[in-house]
């Protein structure tokens, strides 16, 4: 998506090496290996009598500054010619690297939580109604197909002519 794709571009921005590189996503990825201990910690711990709708507003309080923050923080320069490789050669990171790292962790943990706590809701719906389940998943899985898609070529887009912090904004 949006964030992925711009990832590494301001990584690069930062002079990262392709090994820390790895390291750095590793880091900011590692909410996606939890997501079963979140989803034991939503459905044995409800936040204020709610198990879904509370820990995806307290996401959304994670992720939202920390996007806000990332987008704000590193100053990148704008793309105006062609050649990425020239834009990127004077970078003016502002963020320090393991906070910006701390941020794309917080971004991440928001869309694991948010991705798994909306398949639980669904999951519920499918055992409600489960003559609609093949239909149900069918159109989650294909919208998120759809809008992957579409986010990948509006991030080309947006990292070319503006620049990978515009990608923090959307």
Not at 46 to 56: D, E, I, Q, V
Not at 93 to 105: A, D, V
Request: glycine letters at 12%.
């Amino acid at each position: 998506g949006l964030l992925g794709n711009a990832m590494e571009f301001t990584y690069r921005t930062y002079g990262v090496s392709g090994p820390d590189l790895q390291v750095f996503t590793a880091v900011a990825f590692l909410p996606w290996s939890t997501k079963a201990a979140m989803g034991l910690m939503s459905d044995g711990f409800p936040l204020l009598g709610y198990r879904k709708s509370s820990y995806l507003m307290l996401c959304a309080l994670v992720g939202a500054p920390a996007y806000l923050v990332i987008g704000l923080g590193v100053r990148l320069p704008a793309v105006a010619s062609d050649d990425m490789q020239q834009a990127m050669g004077s970078p003016t990171p502002g963020l320090p690297l393991p906070m910006l790292t701390s941020l794309f962790f917080c971004a991440y943990f928001q869309m694991a939580m948010s991705d798994l706590l909306v398949e639980a809701k669904y999951s519920e719906r499918v055992k409600l109604q489960p003559d609609g389940g093949p239909h149900l998943i069918t159109f989650v899985l294909g919208g998120m197909q759809v809008a992957g898609l579409a986010a990948n070529f509006v991030a080309g887009w947006l990292i070319q002519s503006v620049g990978p912090s515009a990608c923090y904004f959307l």
